[in-house]
């Protein structure tokens, strides 16, 4: 008897032995982990992508969510520059990426509908018009042709203008320099047409060419020329306003579908509140930010929108020519009051 119990509890502790990885196992598959990556500088006030982390964090905190959903941060194009992010998210292997819309019309041509100049007014009449719907046809076709799913829709931190070397007041002023820009033919195309040598280039190559004189500024919204000391190469900030461009939380759909439903949602609700959050940071900073470029000897100038406005009027026509399922966004973009 003493043998048989003995026996008994020798294969008792086998099978516990064996089944302890399977329980180890199902343990880590219930904690949800993501990787988010953000282009920008790991800067809590002025980086966009650390302040929506940041948000994102507290919300799923606030939500219970803080033990089942671990997000781990990238930024400074810690997982590579934005254009290869964004293919890795359309393939399932970055999880999350905050960058503004231009970056996505790389995937999806229709995309970089929002980049046209001068399309929007403000922040607020781009969320008056995203609440409407006008956002929803790029949003399916982002999904459809690129596998990415928009979460939810913020703010850049800011209308994107012009830092460059010297003093931009109308489009005779901006001729001749090379003013970097996304590597997204349209906003690319906007720059050339306000009278700028366009020269496309990756985020995390600007500061060196600067340096270097490879270009002559660039054009961004004020907190990333705080947050990623562009102010220290170029001394003049032209306000444009050229751009009101909207950030996007982008997903890959291969994790969405590999998401537990009802986890995915309470998670995809923390993240549209972090987003709403991240809008209101990102009106209250860009005045900081104006003041903080003009304490680091930065001039800023005041431009004839009027003219450029006028200069950038055909590409409009032409990207509609082009791209007609494009009009309906337009259209109710240009209907919702200013």
């Known amino acids: 008897m003493p043998s048989l119990d003995r026996r008994s509890v020798l294969r008792a502790a086998g099978t516990l032995a064996l089944a302890a990885p399977a329980l180890i196992g199902r343990a880590e598959a219930a904690v949800l982990r993501l990787r988010l990556s953000s282009s920008q500088a790991n800067d809590p006030k002025f980086g966009n992508g650390r302040v929506f982390y940041d948000r994102l964090v507290g919300q799923l905190r606030q939500d219970g969510l803080d033990g089942q959903v671990q997000v781990s941060f990238f930024p400074d194009n810690q997982l590579g520059q934005e254009i290869d992010v964004i293919n890795s998210v359309k393939l399932g292997v970055i999880d999350m990426m905050v960058s503004g819309s231009s970056i996505a019309a790389n995937v999806v041509p229709l995309v970089g509908t929002f980049d046209l100049g001068y399309l929007f007014s403000s922040f607020e009449q781009q969320t008056r018009a995203f609440d409407a719907g006008a956002a929803r046809p790029i949003e399916e076709a982002l999904l459809r042709g690129g596998g990415i799913r928009i979460v939810a829709w913020a703010y850049n931190f800011g209308a994107r203008s012009v830092l460059s070397k010297k003093a931009v007041r109308n489009p005779d002023d901006l001729a001749g320099q090379k003013i970097r820009t996304l590597p997204n033919p349209v906003i690319t195309e906007c720059l050339r047409l306000m009278g700028a040598a366009a020269t496309p280039l990756a985020f995390g190559e600007i500061y060196t060419a600067l340096q270097a004189g490879v270009i002559d500024g660039l054009e961004h919204d004020p907190?990333?020329?705080?947050?990623?000391?562009?102010?220290?190469?170029?001394?003049?900030?032209?306000?444009?306003?050229?751009?009101?461009?909207?950030?996007?939380?982008?997903?890959?759909?291969?994790?969405?579908?590999?998401?537990?439903?009802?986890?995915?949602?309470?998670?995809?609700?923390a993240a549209k509140k972090a987003a709403a959050e991240t809008r209101t940071h990102g009106l209250a900073v860009e005045k900081e930010a104006l003041a903080l470029l003009r304490d680091k000897g930065v001039t800023v100038v005041e431009c004839d929108r009027d003219a450029f406005r006028q200069r950038v009027a055909p590409q409009m026509e032409a990207f509609l020519r082009n791209r007609p399922e494009a009009k309906p966004v337009v259209e109710q973009i240009r209907a919702t009051a200013a």
């Open 223 to 269: 907190p990333t020329m705080v947050a990623s000391k562009f102010y220290e190469t170029s001394k003049f900030y032209s306000l444009t306003q050229h751009n009101f461009s909207p950030l996007a939380l982008y997903l890959s759909d291969a994790t969405y579908n590999r998401m537990n439903a009802a986890l995915r949602d309470r998670f995809l609700d």
